[in-house]
Structure formats: C-alpha cells, structure tokens
C-alpha cells in the first residue's frame, strides 16, 4: 500500500492486506485478491475539519466468482491516534458503536419503510465496520458520482431537500419504534457528556459575547442572562437529549451542518437531491434538536431570518405526510405542538420546565439551544476555514477579533435581541 505525498502518515495496519480483507468480507467471497496497490488519499479537505481521521482509496480485486476485474471506491474514518481531544473525546468508541448500528442496520430499514410508499432515502452504501483490533468505519465514497460538498445554504429551494430528508427520518423512524421497540435501543442514551467535553469551545464563544456585553452598551441587558446560561450548561445537556413525552420522540441525526451533507446539482447550480452524512450523534429525542440545527447552522442567516417560519411549516408538512402514508395510527403532533415544542426547547428547561433550589433561594434555568449554537458555532463562519486549528478550537484557544466584526456583532444582536423578546432569554 502507498500513501499520497500530501496526506499524513496513514497507520501502519491499513494496508492491502487489510483492504483484501475488508473486500472478502463485505461480499463474502474468501477468493477475492487485489489486482493493485490501494494509495490513500486525503479523506477531507484543508477546510474541512472533523474529528475523525479520514482516508480515501479505490479497491481494485478479482476473484473466482468474477467475469471480470471490478473496482469500488471508499472513503473510511478512524480515530485519531495522535494524543489530543479529539483522541479523548473518542476514546470509548461510543459514536462509532452508533454510527456502525445506524449504517449497517437502521438506515437500510428506514430505506426500506419509505421505499414502500413510493420515497428514496438515499445514503453511502455500508461496506464494514468495526471496533477490534481497530476502530473503523468504510463507506462507499460517492463523490466521483456527482455527490458534492456545499456552503451555507442561500435560497429557500435549496433548503427544501434537506428538510425533506430530515422529515422521513424522523417518520421512518416513529414507525421502526412502533413496530419493534427493540430496534433503537441502542438510541435511548444521551450525548451529553461529548458536548460537555468541548468546554473550551463554549467558554471561548460565551467569553466573546461578555465581551459584547462590556464593550458596547446595547449589550449589556444580556450580561445576566448569558452568565446564568453557562452556569447551568451541564443541567442543560442533560436534559436536552433525553426523551420528551410532550411531544413524539423520533431518532434525530444530531449534527445537520452544512458539513454534513451532500448535495446535486443541476446546471445552474441549483441543488436536485441532498443526503445526509455523519450519524454518529443519533439518539431517541425530541425532534425540535434537528429542526434548531437545521435552522441556525445551515442557511445563510438572511434565509433563516426570511424563512424560519416557512421551513418549519414545511418540514411538518412532509413529516406528518409521511406518517400517514406510512400507516402511523396515533395521534400526529399539530403544527402548533411543534412550535410549542420549540419554544420549550429554545427557553423552557429542555422540555420539561423545572425549578432547581440553591443554598440560597430558588431559581428558574432556562435553556437556550439556539443560544448554544450562536455562541459556540457563529463566529467561525467569519473565519478563514483553512487556517482553521480544530484542536484550538475545541479547547477554545483560537484567538480571532470577532469582536470587531460589524456584521457578527450585528447578528448577535439581532439574535439575542429576539431571543430576549420571545421569552427565551430572562433576567428572572
């Protein structure tokens, strides 16, 4: 096996052997041999930054049982082996466990339900996964057949497809639950605890923002409300991934960013089809986590701004259209409980309002999803993605004056101002 000069030391048990392996494996055929050497090439590109690590080549094999020579190309991810957080962070092989579950098991039965009412949930196609001797993930790699990359969305069109997508998961996914319990139980868990281990990311976002607070008058109002957020953020986690009896849990993918998701195009460049990448995070939980994903770490703020209300009303159209053609006989959440449900998860404790007593008196936490994702996740959008050191920004050690840029500082406002309006920030 070769290595691209331009990709880091690849580690020494990838290698043709291993390939051949994988290849007998996947299509259960022992006589499989390789006819080439696999060179790895880069698995993402200088602006991508994920925490796995990330491999690409093409397998060429024969075999007995073959007229011919074939080839499939496949993308792989692994852990990282060199000491840092993300090494920490994935250190219990917890979002390989449910990411293998969710490629090998769940996603070919979510394509299977929606198959049979006519719709196709499109994913790269499962090729093995493991976690001994060593951890791995392969996967078909698509991009050679039109599948492509995409920056933040800017028209509502094109948002279209990915609140599709997101909308027959969760339906498939209520019926899997309905017809057999037992399919996602390895989904009734939380995440909490891998949010929590990127506080230096968090402190870093919520420490720009008191700055705001300290350096311009028109945001002082939110000095109070912002540091009883981060007092409270372990209260916070823990409650926002556990299931919700207010309205019906679904298996929600957990980190729609543009990052995440692949896109074709048409000849003007509009996008035809979008497919979701990355199910590590997936767990059994209120919907509304994907839909605030969805809204705030996808579009263009402009579409959020213009649109929020429409993309929500769209995706419980195609969610509770597709329910019923599913044959789903409980009661279907209005679209007036998702917004209440929104709102609950945006302001009011998770989902389940709560009062916790200190030493001293009673207090009321709020919670503020969406506030979570500006501060931790907005200011990067302004931000040289190449240049970008993912270990620094995970511990929070990346310096940039996103203090001085108008248009950051504006947004905020904006958005803080809103959540201020709505009820979701307080000073109680």
């Known amino acids: 096996m070769s290595c691209h000069r331009d990709q880091p030391e690849a ?5 043709d052997e291993f390939f051949r392996d994988v290849m007998r494996e996947s299509n259960n055929d022992s006589s499989i041999e390789l006819t080439s050497a696999c060179i ?3 698995g993402t590109s200088k602006k991508d930054h ?12 024969q075999s007995k049982r073959l007229a011919e020579e074939k080839f499939v190309d496949i993308i792989m991810k692994t852990k990282p082996e060199a000491d840092g957080l993300m090494k920490d962070l994935l250190d219990d092989d917890g979002l390989f466990v449910v990411e293998i579950e969710m490629y090998s098991k769940v996603l070919p039965e979510v394509t299977r339900l929606l198959k049979e009412i006519g719709e196709e949930y499109k994913y790269p196609r499962y090729i ?3 976690l ?3 951890t791995i993930l392969i996967l078909e790699d698509i991009s050679g057949q039109g599948w492509v990359e995409g920056d933040l969305i800017n028209t509502l069109d094109d948002m279209k497809p990915i609140v599709k997508n997101v909308a027959m998961l969760h339906a498939a996914s209520v019926i899997l639950e309905s017809l057999d319990t ?9 995440m909490a605890h891998k949010f929590l281990g990127l506080e230096g990311l968090v402190r870093k976002g919520f420490g720009d923002l008191m700055q705001f607070t300290e350096l311009y008058p028109e945001f002082a109002q939110f000095a109070k409300p912002l540091v009883k957020f981060q007092q409270n953020l372990r209260d916070f986690f823990d409650s926002i991934f556990k299931p919700t009896k207010s309205i019906q849990s679904v298996l929600i993918h957990g980190d729609c960013h543009t990052k995440n998701l692949l896109h074709q195009l048409d000849a003007h460049g509009r996008h035809t089809e979008t497919i979701l990448l990355d199910y590590q995070i997936c767990c059994w939980t209120s919907p509304a986590i994907d839909l605030y994903y969805m809204l705030d770490l996808i579009p263009t703020q402009e579409i959020k701004d213009n649109y929020r209300s429409e993309l929500v009303y769209l995706y419980h159209q195609q ?9 789903f006989t409980r009661n279907i959440p ?5 917004n209440i449900e929104l709102i609950r998860c945006a302001g009011l404790g998770g989902y389940n309002s709560h009062a916790r007593f200190s030493q001293n008196n009673k207090i009321m936490i709020h919670y503020f999803l969406e506030l979570f994702h500006y501060a931790a996740f907005m200011s990067y959008r302004f931000m040289d993605q190449c240049a970008i050191d993912v270990e620094a920004i995970l511990k929070g050690e990346l310096e940039h004056p996103v203090t001085k840029n108008e248009e950051y500082k504006k947004i905020m406002h904006t958005e803080l101002t809103r959540l201020l309006h709505q009820g979701t920030l307080t000073n109680d």
């Open 40 to 42: 790895l090439r880069p």
């Open 11 to 15: 580690p020494a048990w990838l290698n």
């Open 50 to 61: 994920y925490g796995s690590v990330m491999f690409r080549t093409t397998v060429t094999y």
């Open 319 to 327: 969610y509770s259209n597709l329910l019923k053609r599913l044959g």
């Open 182 to 190: 037992t399919v996602l139980t390895k989904f009734r868990h939380t």
């Open 334 to 338: 209005s679209l007036q409980d998702l």
């Open 132 to 134: 001994k001797p060593h």
């Open 128 to 130: 093995y996964g493991t």
